[in-house]
């Protein structure tokens, strides 16, 4: 499912762009643009479409499918009869379907398509529950590809829809994206909070549990806590005994 909708999107490809004409503020513009469409890897269905525009007006279009130029103005019209009837820009036309679409259009699978970049999920938490404010835990999954990606927060084994917001997938700008999703919630003794992560990089969806007991900072200060406590008994100690000696000494 994932990847029939990737095709599709990428279904537009647009494989050769010809262009003439003038740039600029009131020039014309005339284009020729070779498309190979497939919603499927195995290429079964390509379709070859080549149109041509006169500024932002289609004219004249091939549709591989079809077999036939199709005219879109009158001079589109006239020109498609024209063709048409040529048989030798017809055979070529025909042709073009093999020779754009099947070969190019495995290099761009390989190319793009069959890269994934498997995300990297962590679960935090943004903001403690403090009295009577709900606490905010933060789902991010980063460096992943492509776009498409779907993460579901489950309390106690159901699905949390509401008091969930997510952002957009962002773009890292190297064909990498990241996203963040929030829960609020109020925290309950003993509940199972985890996020899904499901993404085409993955076999199998990536499930990460909450740890409710101690949130990871709490734990982090506590364990810095413990070891100043040992470190001034160690000193007190040494200093402790430091003094006993010397008042010994002097004594
Ligand atoms: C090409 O023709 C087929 C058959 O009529 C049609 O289904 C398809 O949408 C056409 N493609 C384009 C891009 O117009």
Redesign the pocket.
């Known amino acids: 499912m994932v990847w029939s909708q990737q095709l599709i999107s990428v279904g537009l490809l647009i494989i050769l762009f010809f262009q003439s004409g003038v740039d600029g503020g009131n020039g014309y513009y005339h284009t020729t643009v070779d498309q190979c469409?497939s919603s499927s890897k195995e290429l079964s269905d390509v379709?070859y479409?080549r149109s041509s525009w006169f500024n932002k007006a289609e004219y004249l279009?091939f549709?591989s499918?079809?077999g036939n130029w199709e005219g879109y103005t009158a001079f589109g019209v006239q020109n498609a009869e024209i063709y048409n009837k040529d048989t030798s820009i017809m055979g070529q036309m025909r042709a073009e379907k093999d020779r754009v679409c099947r070969q190019n259009l495995p290099i761009d699978f390989e190319a793009i398509l069959s890269k994934t970049g498997e995300p990297e999920v962590v679960l935090s938490l943004a903001k403690p529950s403090s009295s009577g404010h709900p606490a905010v835990l933060m789902c991010s999954a980063y460096d992943f590809y492509p776009k498409m990606i779907k993460l579901t927060w489950y309390r106690d084994g159901q699905e949390v829809t509401g008091s969930v917001i997510s952002s957009e997938e962002l773009a890292d700008g190297d064909w990498y994206y990241q996203i963040h999703s929030h829960l609020e919630f109020t925290p309950k003794a003993g509940e199972k909070i985890s996020c899904m992560v499901e993404h085409t990089s993955l076999k199998e969806p990536k499930v990460i549990p909450w740890d409710s007991s101690m949130p990871e900072p709490e734990r982090n200060k506590i364990a810095i806590g413990a070891a100043g406590l040992v470190l001034g008994v160690i000193i007190a100690l040494a200093g402790f005994i430091y003094y006993k000696k010397k008042s010994r000494t002097i004594l």
Do not use: G, L
């Open positions: 469409r379709e479409i279009r549709n499918t079809v």
